[in-house]
């Protein structure tokens, strides 16, 4: 890797970012405007709402820069970009880090919007910091944009790019805990829910919300997500391909 084409790589993207205002929106607008509807939902229940809003806060930033990212990556390949880049000196690796930095920043301001909306005027009551909270909306924000980058290799075109959403991230939202807690599930399901990231995304933002400080399970659950993080992007650079045929 070098550190000069990694960056220009991230400038490049945030250029393009700039230029798309809707992308703009899907990533920063969305997530805040279903956490302010999901407050609604649970009006009359608060309780639900501080339980299920914390794990959402970190779940519905690791769907929208999923999405993002695998078709932003698809973009460049099958538009004959990333076949340019990669024939000059720019290696698999620096570009996927460039884009994980690049959609990273936008990470960052996407988790410190939401965590500032729901805890400032949505309500959220965590008995953790709200700093934690944001770490870990941060790193699920991460989480999905290393998943999109590698789940960009599999896919020729937008349509099928859309189509991993469910296959990859629907069965996660149903095993993380979030409507039933994993361990209450059978124990096939349970033993599945163990070894998927997600899981370990919607315990991290739980811990804030039971426990005032840094306990040993949010230190691990944080661990695993960016190590899962750091692997996909391992992986995407290992079959990132020049070009759709």
């Known amino acids: ?86 024939s000059m000196p720019l290696g698999k690796a620096d570009l996927l880090a460039g884009y994980a930095l690049a959609f990273g920043a936008v990470a960052v301001v996407q988790a410190a919007l939401a965590t500032g909306l729901s805890v400032l005027a949505l309500g959220l009551d965590v008995t953790g910091s709200s700093w934690l909270l944001l770490v870990a909306a941060l790193a699920d924000a991460f989480l999905g944009t290393a998943l999109g980058l590698f789940i960009s290799a599999f896919a020729s075109s937008e349509f099928q790019a859309v189509q991993f959403l469910p296959a990859v991230l629907l069965p996660q939202i149903l095993l993380c805990g979030l409507f039933v807690p994993r361990g209450d599930m059978q124990p096939v399901l349970s033993g599945l829910s163990d070894v998927l990231p997600m899981s370990y995304a919607a315990d991290a933002t739980t811990q804030i919300v039971h426990h005032t400080g840094v306990t040993g399970d949010f230190v691990r659950d944080l661990i695993i997500v960016a190590c899962c993080a750091l692997l996909a992007l391992g992986l995407g650079s290992a079959t990132l391909r020049r070009r759709t045929e």
């Open 1 to 86: 890797m070098n550190l000069d084409r990694t960056l220009a790589t991230a400038r490049r993207v945030l250029r393009q970012l700039s230029h798309d205002p809707r992308t703009i929106a899907l990533m920063l607008v969305v997530p805040c405007v279903l956490l302010t509807l999901l407050k609604y939902v649970f009006d009359a229940s608060p309780q639900t709402y501080n339980s299920a809003g914390a794990s959402l806060l970190g779940i519905f930033p690791l769907i929208t820069m999923f999405l993002v990212t695998s078709i932003a990556t698809l973009r460049e390949r099958t538009s004959g970009t990333l076949e340019r880049l990669l």
